[in-house]
């Protein structure tokens, strides 16, 4: 918590974007508590089923991983994140479910994915679709590697009352939701279900800020 604040809006969003090493494991830990109940909210969502392959894009320090495969027999997980501190990180963490064979840790981009054509049942992200200044590319590739039955839930900042570090000068890109539906559409998607879902942050004080964010469904 203290490490996030005593950053400028500039290195948060940075960190955001891309956390590395001390401060990115701090602000990792700080996404945990700000992030807590949207991820939760995603996970019961997602309808996770026996058996399933899940992917997550952007895991950070993987603190999610363990309720998606505690969601059904036979989960397998598969994260995928462009951030090495966050890969060890969540290597680490995870260890025992990496060694059972459950989840695996991969170094990579959403822009270009290394999974082969329809290989996930759900797909899903927190925090991670509003670094993406066009989102075309990364949304055809969920839906390159969704299965036909797939599904994609991301949760992302939307333009109300977004925090001082979401400005497109530091690469936060605040897309509407009349963007959202053409860029689904544009990867391939018959369309996207847009909800706005809020969440309090801690301020600088310690008081609680209301924020306000999309969660995109999309069916492959
Ligand atoms: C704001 S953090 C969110 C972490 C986690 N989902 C959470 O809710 O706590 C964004 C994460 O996505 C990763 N990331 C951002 N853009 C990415 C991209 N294009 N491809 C892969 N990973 C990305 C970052 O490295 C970082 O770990």
Redesign the pocket.
């Known amino acids: 918590m203290a490490v996030f604040e005593a950053l400028t809006p500039a290195e948060r969003a940075g960190q ?4 590395e090493g001390a401060v990115g494991l701090a602000v ?1 830990e700080w ?2 508590e700000t ?1 807590r109940a ?2 939760a909210r995603i996970v019961a969502l997602l309808g996770v089923g026996p058996g399933s392959h899940v992917l997550e ?5 993987g603190r999610t991983v363990p309720d998606v495969i505690a969601q059904a027999a036979e989960v397998h997980y598969t994260g ?4 090495p501190t ?1 890969v060890e990180e969540a290597t680490r963490f995870n260890a025992a479910l990496v060694a059972a064979g459950c989840a695996s840790f991969h170094l ?4 270009r994915m290394p999974f082969a054509d329809a290989s996930f049942d759900r797909v899903f ?4 679709a509003h ?2 200044a066009d989102p075309v590319g ?1 949304l055809a590739e969920v839906r390159r590697v969704l299965r036909p039955s797939g599904v994609s839930l991301m949760g992302c900042l939307q333009p109300r009352a977004a925090p001082d570090f979401a400005r497109l000068e530091y690469g936060v890109h605040l897309h509407d939701a009349t963007a959202w539906d053409t860029a689904y559409r544009a990867a391939g998607f018959a369309g996207v279900d847009i909800a706005t879902v809020e969440f309090e942050q801690a301020g600088p004080d310690g008081a609680s800020i209301r924020r306000y964010g999309f969660l995109l469904t999309a069916r492959a």
Do not use: K
Request: aromatic content about 12%; glycine content about 16%; proline content about 6%.
């Open positions: 955001l974007r891309n956390p990792a996404l945990n992030n949207g991820n894009i952007g895991f950070g320090n995928l994140d462009f951030s966050m990579g981009s959403a822009e992200s927190t925090g991670v670094f993406w990364p």
